[in-house]
T-cell receptor, first 116, second 115 residues
């Protein structure tokens, strides 16, 4: 498909376990973004990549959260020692170029994470 | 500081009614972009429109129209003759030219169109 692909679509994990969420952006999009959407809340910015580098990590909630992107394509968001408050939908988006302000973000369907 | 406020948490209308979703933003930048996204029950955010701060022309696309008022820092979205398929959460977002190259989202307005 031509859209942003995220996997898994749903993840249930026990408190304290580590999880990895994957995002495959639209081909040719150099910018990639991670957002978190908690129940009834807006979208909380976590991190973005331009190519493989992450100029802005300011939104990561704690040092348990990390993300990487390799080959300018697929990105992985890792949450270590998950807590119940990490339960949310994690959305990935990509855009043609982060420097093009009018370039819209195209979102995936998200990964719904539930920490029990 | 950047902030987007969508004061209407939930709106219900009967099919074929018109509905306006409000969006008010705060920014100190003179150049910025505004966006609207739709999030249907499937969960995927769908891009609807973007507007730059220098273009205050209203825009109409089918049953959708947008009213950008820089003087009141508002970017309202109107759906004319609403349909059940319009039921979704709608997000307004602001993108500043400096700092983090991300979108600042409002908390969304859940629109329910009753048949």
């Amino acid at each position: 498909g031509a859209g942003v692909s995220q996997s898994p679509s749903n993840k249930v994990t026990e408190k304290g376990k580590d999880v990895e969420l994957r995002c495959d952006p639209i081909s040719g999009h150099t910018a990639l973004y991670w957002y978190r959407q908690s129940l009834g809340q807006g979208l909380e910015f976590l991190i973005y990549f331009q190519g493989n580098s992450a100029p802005d990590k300011s939104g990561l909630p704690s040092d348990r959260f990390s993300a990487e992107r390799t080959g300018g394509s697929v990105s992985t968001l890792t949450i270590q020692r998950t807590q119940q408050e990490d339960s949310a939908v994690y959305l990935c988006a990509s855009s043609y170029d982060s420097q093009l302000l009018n370039s819209p973000l195209h979102f995936g369907n998200g990964t719904r994470l539930t920490v029990t | 500081a950047q902030k987007v406020t969508q004061a209407q948490t939930e709106i219900s209308v009967v099919e074929k009614e018109d509905v306006t979703l409000d969006c008010v933003y705060e920014t100190r930048d003179t150049t910025y972009y505004l966006f609207w996204y739709k999030q249907p029950p499937s969960g995927e955010l769908v891009f609807l429109i973007r507007r730059n701060s220098f273009d205050e022309q209203n825009e109409i696309s089918g049953r959708y129209s947008w009213n950008f008022q820089k003087s009141t820092s508002s970017f309202n979205f109107t759906i004319t003759a609403s349909q059940v398929v319009d039921s979704a959460v709608y997000f307004c977002a602001l993108r500043p030219p400096t700092g983090a190259n991300n979108l600042f989202f409002g908390t969304g307005t859940r629109l329910t169109v009753i048949p």
